[in-house]
């Protein structure tokens, strides 16, 4: 597990000092996904560099199961830095080495013997799926691949901490979704817990548990996936779930409007139609639709209802576990 | 005065022209790379940005390297005599030749080093870092190890340079075929002498540059390299 605490670094810049990180608290439950995500310049680069003891920040302690980190120096630091498998932003393989070569790399500084190493190597490979390319070059793999070799170092020496920094911004939608399956089963055999830094919610819809978003170097909103789709004043459920066209026309003709979240939900299609008919309201979709949050299927639907126990039908939708958000109605519905 | 030389003597001068300069270049090109290395990297490691930036130490270590790139190499030749005389044990002959000749390469191979070191991504560098890694230990499997190719074209073009610079070895004694193209060739006025060293030269340039580029493409496992 591994807890940020009220984290703040700034750097002096041509107009004075710059404030990238203000007081970023996290925490990141063992064995569990996290993306941190927020637009550039949001501080999430500053983050990634200050996780990775690659940057001292100004104040605050970063603790890998309980201890802090961030006043290390000298051969302590070092080993710290084992404790925390970093996943580089950008082309980080040695170009002269073979995958094999670059994934012992923190086992030859961690002063692991040959045969285990390369057991170990072997394991890793094997981890990420490209035991066949144990002695091709950097060069002689794809972008995803290069990218599973980085993901395989940065776990070679057993670290508690996977951090990946932005490890899908160079790849394409295919290519992303194989490395992104390489940091989950990293969390799932070894039980990692993974930080993943990027700017692509795609990553967060796939295999985070948690999301922190990062503005201005602060956390404005930090929790599990979940439970924030839920929210409808969240971002994540507003960058995440899908949307909603708005059609004041359509809405106007019903009594009530509002928005229906539902989690996990098996029998999505079932909970609307049967609301209907107990309360004996006529519901109409509006839209929105369904989606998938990692293995979990998330649904928003915007509905419309018309008829007496209509607030009955939402209150019991809501009872039934959905998230309803009741939209006021637009300006031509208002009555006075 | 003025007979030609026959072409048998010329050829015996050759040769023994064409081993005294082999001799200064490759001693002192080895001297000349074996110190400016560790120099390469220690400019490499202090720079803003390097493993250890330390902008005193950078600096310092700049201005005497760029001092003696500065100082032309004839002067140092003569300027180094006594240097020479405790090292070599004598201050004339090829042997003394290659105790200026060292040093005044070693700052050249030192600025190309740190050139030739400054080429490795940072993001690479940064990775070797967060594995745990010491400082020695980046510089030698990632730094050094990561540059193998740049470094050995560094090297052949100092070996080419070493070699244009022994052409001056004769001021002091030192032989070698710049000796003989200017001694037995100009100044005798015996072109067939000047003209055949020039060509000895031009083989041995081109034939050591290829050999260099060839080792350099063969270590080198990047992609350009393999097509």
């Known amino acids: 597990m591994i807890t940020v605490e009220n984290l703040t670094k700034s750097f002096s810049g041509r107009t004075g000092a710059v404030v990238a990180l203000d007081g970023v608290t996290l925490e990141v439950a063992a064995g569990t996904v996290c993306g941190v995500v927020g637009p550039s310049g949001s501080g999430k680069s500053t983050l990634a560099r200050c996780v990775a003891l690659l940057e001292r920040p100004d104040s605050g302690a970063i603790r890998v199961d309980g201890t802090d980190l961030v006043s290390l120096g000298g051969s302590a630091l070092r080993a710290a830095r084992r404790q925390i498998g970093v996943v580089p932003q950008g082309d980080s393989l040695l170009r002269q080495r073979t995958a094999a070569g670059n994934v012992a790399l923190p086992l030859e500084s961690a002063g692991v013997p040959g045969p285990q190493r390369r057991t170990r190597v072997g394991e890793l490979l094997d981890l990420v799926g490209l035991t066949d390319k144990a002695g091709s070059y950097p060069d002689q793999l794809s972008g995803g691949q290069r990218q599973r070799i980085a993901v395989a170092r940065a776990l070679a020496a057993n670290p508690s901490v996977l951090l990946a920094d932005e490890p899908t911004s160079a790849l394409d939608p295919e290519t992303t979704g194989s490395v992104l399956t390489v940091l989950d089963r990293a969390r799932a055999e070894l039980g990692v817990t993974v930080l993943v830094v990027t700017h692509d919610m795609g990553v967060v819809r796939r295999i985070c548990d948690d999301v922190a978003v990062l503005d201005h170097g602060r956390v404005i909103e930090h929790g599990k996936v979940l439970d924030l789709v839920a929210d409808a004043g969240s971002r994540t459920s507003g960058s995440l779930l899908p949307s909603v066209d708005q059609n004041p026309e359509a809405e106007s003709k019903y009594d009530r409007v509002a928005d229906v979240v539902l989690v996990g939900f098996a029998a999505v299609g079932a909970l609307l139609p049967e609301a209907a008919s107990r309360f004996g309201v006529e519901l109409g979709l509006l839209g929105g639709g369904l989606t998938r949050l990692g293995e979990t299927p998330v649904a928003r639907f915007r509905v419309g209802l018309t008829g007496e126990r209509s607030d009955s039908a939402l209150e019991w939708i809501s009872e039934a576990g959905a998230a309803v958000q009741r939209k006021p109605k637009g300006p031509q519905g208002v009555a006075a | ?227």
């Open chain 2, 1 to 227: 005065m003025n007979e030609v030389t026959p072409w048998s003597d010329v050829i015996d001068y050759l040769v023994k022209a064409t081993g005294e300069s082999l001799y200064m270049m490759g001693i002192s090109t080895l001297v000349a790379v074996l110190l400016g290395i560790p120099l390469g990297v220690w400019l490499q490691v202090t720079a803003p940005g390097g493993l250890r930036p330390h902008p005193f130490v950078h600096r310092i270590l700049g201005f005497v390297v760029d001092l003696g790139r500065a100082m032309p190499f004839i002067i140092l030749l003569v300027v180094l005599t006594w240097l020479t005389r405790f090292i070599a044990g004598q201050s004339i002959g090829p042997s003394a030749a290659i105790v200026p000749l060292s040093i005044g390469t070693v700052p050249f191979v030192g600025r190309l080093v740190q050139n030739v070191l400054a080429e490795v991504h940072v993001s690479v560098v940064e990775a070797a870092v967060t594995t745990g890694s010491g400082t020695l230990r980046i510089v030698r499997s990632v730094l050094l190890r990561e540059s193998l190719p740049a470094l050995i074209n560094a090297i052949g073009v100092t070996v080419i340079a070493v070699l244009g610079y022994s052409a001056m070895a004769g001021v002091i004694g030192g032989g070698g075929l710049g000796d003989l193209a200017i001694r037995l060739g100009y100044q005798s006025f015996d072109n067939r002498v000047l003209w055949s060293t020039v060509a000895v030269l031009a083989v041995l340039t081109t034939l050591l540059q290829f050999v260099f580029t060839r080792i350099a493409r063969t270590v080198d496992r990047r992609r350009h390299a393999s097509v």
